[in-house]
């Protein structure tokens, strides 16, 4: 019997960035949810924060050299890759000397969001399609962690609805309250009418700010993960995940929460059959 294929598209990931719950959880669930035998894959953006000699990237010749076209501009698309030799798993990395050279992940070394954080989200989020477009690997289910990662719902389920990769994937997303302050730049509609969004897909999500993406991201989701007790989840996003009435696995707990989140899957796999 086919494994259950898992995508799990991360913002963050240990130890490749300083060890948070976010990070933890991008390491450890990929790893937990192989050992329950499914089949995985993991992508993270390459920020220039990551040291490529130490933690031994290298690129994949045959998945770059595709060129992402953002907001009328080429921009190549470069694939590189690291293992994690204890969990016997490989992470992938989605690079461009463009958008992921910068010394800090978001924000520059005065505290200021980066004009460029919008057209680098949708980097990413089409990166990380196309890949997998390149690999021939149909994902089950895409599990997304972290703002950053909030566009490939939208992505998924308007752009690439069509695409016999997508057809019958389910897509679950970790709600976190590591919100930004400011928003995307206000040229960033006009950016995704050009990747065919329609004023309709895009209206409902007003300057896209964090609340805005976390809605668009909820919105665009099956399924819903709660990384926290309610009582310390953002108001907002408990109340824009209250509104879903999509199916929501609260807070499993920092040691249970492979297994209740495996458990979740299951839910969505069983629909499937």
């Known amino acids: 019997m086919e494994k259950p294929k898992i995508l799990f598209v991360n913002q963050e990931i240990y130890p490749y960035v300083r060890e948070s719950q976010m990070s933890k959880m991008g390491r450890y669930l990929p790893q937990g949810i192989q050992e329950c035998g499914k089949e995985i894959r ?7 924060t990551i040291n490529e000699r130490r933690n031994q990237l290298h690129e994949v010749i045959r998945l770059s050299g595709m060129n992402l076209i953002i907001n009328d501009s080429d921009h190549p698309l470069i694939i590189k890759v690291a293992s994690i030799q204890a969990a016997r798993m490989q992470i992938y990395f989605i690079d461009n000397e463009e958008y992921f050279h910068k010394k800090n992940m978001f924000h520059d070394k005065n505290g200021k969001f980066y004009e460029d954080n919008d057209e680098k989200a949708v980097f990413f989020a ?28 939208l992505y998924i389920k308007k752009i690439f609805k069509d695409s016999p990769i997508f057809a019958n994937t389910k897509i679950i997303t970790s709600l976190f309250s590591d919100s930004f302050e400011g928003k995307f730049n206000k040229t960033f509609v006009d950016k995704l009418k050009f990747d065919n969004f329609s004023s309709k897909d895009i209206q409902p999500y007003g300057e896209f700010a964090f609340q805005d993406l976390m809605q668009a991201a909820v919105d665009h989701s099956d399924g819903l993960v709660l990384t926290a007790k309610s009582g310390s989840m953002t108001p907002s996003i408990l109340k824009m995940v209250k509104a879903s009435h999509k199916p929501v696995l609260s807070y499993p707990g920092d040691e249970t929460y492979v297994e209740g989140i495996n458990k979740f899957y299951e839910k969505f796999l069983s629909n499937d059959k």
């Not at 993991?42 to 220039?48: A, N």
């Not at 289910?141 to 490939?152: E, R």
Request: net charge positive; glycine share 8%; proline share 9%.
């Open 42 to 48: 993991t992508f993270m953006p390459k920020f220039g």
């Open 126 to 153: 089409r990166g990380v399609i196309e890949t997998i477009k390149k690999l021939s690997w149909t994902p089950d289910i895409i599990h997304c962690n972290g703002w950053f990662t909030s566009l490939v719902p």
